[in-house]
């Protein structure tokens, strides 16, 4: 039940992540604020890895042709999920495309069922689906206030995501190295792809972003910080269980955003939360059952 823990961990420091986030980009544009996520967790994941062998050496990776492969598609698709979602955070109506965002879990289930070779319980399902219709009930999902162009924005986003998470959980598999270390390879390997992708296309196309980064550098350092700790989490996680699980007992981030929202914004949780987050919690339960 090790996935539970990192699961809660990655939930907490994803839900830190996203605040700040969301604040920087009322300052910086949306690659910039996407490399923000990856700019210093590089150096992180690497100590986090040292650490792993020091305390327990083991043999180092293989690279082969279908590793390098899970690992760069798993890089570019988070990178397009990133920059998905700080689109949405610009959005009048970002609720609504991040509840959808949220669909992840049901997508990575049924992604996994048709091209990945996973198969989940009946209850594993059925928490998968009370659990997306949780996201969408926190979300204000109704007809009147349904609009097209952030509900794709939310869709694709959560594809993204979930495409990311299928593939990062497939690098683990094949990695051919022992938990944690293999989920730790494939963490560092995935991030330093995506900073030295986001820096090159930032140099040539926003150069005047790295001044903008250093301006904010505190708050950059924290979101690089919390980002890091939220990834070791999932990428250990989903090495030890199936995405859609991960996923679905990750929506406890409402949770915790809620509870940031009301201790640090000062914004009150409305009653109307209140089944939404019953559901998730219903969810959760089913999953971690299963």
């Given at each position: 039940?090790?996935?539970?823990?990192?699961?809660?961990?990655?939930?907490?420091?994803?839900?830190?992540?996203?605040?700040l986030?969301?604040?920087?980009?009322?300052?910086?544009?949306?690659?910039t604020?996407?490399?923000?996520?990856?700019?210093?967790?590089?150096?992180?994941?690497?100590?986090?890895?040292?650490?792993?062998?020091?305390?327990?050496?083991?043999?180092?990776?293989q690279?082969?042709?279908?590793?390098?492969t899970?690992?760069?598609?798993?890089?570019?698709?988070?990178?397009?999920?990133?920059?998905?979602?700080v689109?949405?955070?610009?959005?009048?109506?970002y609720?609504?495309?991040?509840?959808?965002?949220?669909?992840?879990?049901?997508?990575?289930?049924?992604?996994?069922?048709?091209?990945?070779?996973?198969?989940?319980?009946?209850?594993?399902?059925?928490g998968?689906?009370?659990?997306?219709?949780?996201?969408?009930?926190?979300?204000?999902f109704?007809?009147?206030?349904?609009?097209?162009?952030?509900?794709?924005?939310?869709?694709?986003?959560?594809?993204?995501?979930?495409?990311?998470?299928l593939?990062?959980?497939e690098?683990?598999?094949?990695?051919?190295?022992?938990?944690p270390?293999?989920?730790a390879?494939?963490?560092?390997l995935?991030?330093?792809t995506?900073?030295?992708?986001?820096?090159?296309?930032?140099?040539?196309?926003?150069?005047?972003?790295?001044?903008?980064l250093?301006?904010?550098?505190?708050?950059?350092?924290?979101?690089?910080?919390?980002?890091?700790?939220?990834?070791?989490g999932?990428?250990?996680?989903?090495?030890?269980?199936?995405?859609?699980?991960?996923?679905?007992?990750?929506?406890?981030?409402?949770?915790?955003?809620?509870?940031?929202?009301?201790?640090?914004?000062?914004?009150?949780?409305?009653?109307?939360?209140?089944f939404?987050?019953?559901?998730?919690?219903?969810?959760?339960?089913l999953?971690?059952?299963?």
């Amino acid at each position: 039940m090790v996935w539970i823990a990192f699961t809660f961990l990655a939930a907490f420091a994803q839900a830190w992540r996203n605040a700040l986030q969301s604040q920087l980009s009322d300052h910086a544009s949306i690659a910039t604020v996407t490399l923000s996520r990856f700019i210093l967790a590089g150096p992180i994941a690497a100590l986090y890895l040292f650490g792993l062998y020091q305390v327990h050496p083991t043999e180092h990776i293989q690279f082969s042709g279908t590793f390098i492969t899970y690992i760069g598609a798993a890089s570019i698709t988070q990178i397009l999920a990133t920059a998905l979602m700080v689109v949405l955070f610009k959005q009048n109506n970002y609720a609504i495309g991040a509840g959808l965002a949220k669909s992840e879990a049901l997508v990575a289930a049924i992604f996994g069922m048709l091209f990945f070779g996973s198969a989940l319980s009946y209850f594993g399902w059925l928490g998968v689906v009370i659990g997306g219709v949780a996201v969408l009930i926190l979300s204000g999902f109704t007809i009147k206030n349904f609009n097209l162009s952030t509900a794709l924005l939310g869709l694709g986003c959560g594809s993204a995501f979930a495409l990311t998470s299928l593939w990062v959980r497939e690098a683990t598999l094949t990695s051919q190295l022992p938990f944690p270390h293999s989920a730790a390879w494939v963490l560092l390997l995935v991030i330093s792809t995506q900073s030295i992708l986001l820096s090159l296309y930032l140099l040539i196309k926003e150069p005047y972003s790295f001044k903008v980064l250093w301006q904010y550098r505190s708050k950059v350092s924290v979101i690089s910080l919390s980002s890091c700790i939220g990834s070791i989490g999932w990428f250990s996680a989903m090495s030890l269980q199936h995405v859609a699980y991960v996923k679905t007992l990750g929506q406890i981030e409402v949770f915790f955003t809620m509870l940031i929202s009301a201790v640090w914004l000062k914004q009150p949780v409305k009653k109307r939360d209140s089944f939404g987050l019953i559901l998730i919690a219903l969810a959760a339960c089913l999953v971690m059952l299963t």
